[in-house]
């Protein structure tokens, strides 16, 4: 089926950007993931302290959750990025570019919060895909 979603990473007049894209558009069926953190499927914290081990835990479980639904990161349109300190954005981006492929690069927000649900956690990120429609 041939793929029904656009990614522009740098519209004119805006800043290019190398890592997401600024503007997607899809057409199929939703995916909507909630904030997945950096707990295991026991409900334990993985990476406490540490925001590279965290992330590598968030993007395994937006992973799961995806395939759950019958899509993959090569599906997502968007991504919001909570975390409790901006000098964790680094650790996400080294998950990032390890489970995403640049060539899907999906809209994103990073956004700097007090706290999350839990202590410990230092990141939380939630995901929304399009998965083409199957009558292509």
């Not at 997607?24 to 993931?33: D, I, K, L, M, Y």
């Not at 964790?88 to 706290?115: C, F, I, Y």
């Amino acid at each position: 089926m041939p793929d029904q979603t656009t990614r522009i990473a740098d519209p004119a007049g805006v800043a290019p950007s190398t890592r997401y894209s600024h503007v997607v558009s899809a057409t199929g069926r939703q995916v909507f993931v909630a904030g997945q953190v950096a707990l295991d499927e026991s409900g334990a914290l993985v990476g406490e302290g540490d925001a590279v081990a965290q992330a590598r835990q968030v993007f395994a479980n937006i992973g799961r959750c995806l395939a759950a639904a019958g899509a993959g990161f090569e599906h997502l349109t968007k991504l919001t990025i909570f975390v409790t300190d901006i000098a964790h954005l680094p650790g996400v981006r080294t998950a990032w570019d390890e489970a995403l492929d640049p060539k899907h690069a999906p809209a994103s927000s990073a956004v700097q919060v007090a706290g999350l649900f839990l202590p410990g956690l230092l990141l939380e990120i939630e995901a929304y895909a399009v998965v083409p429609d199957e009558r292509g």
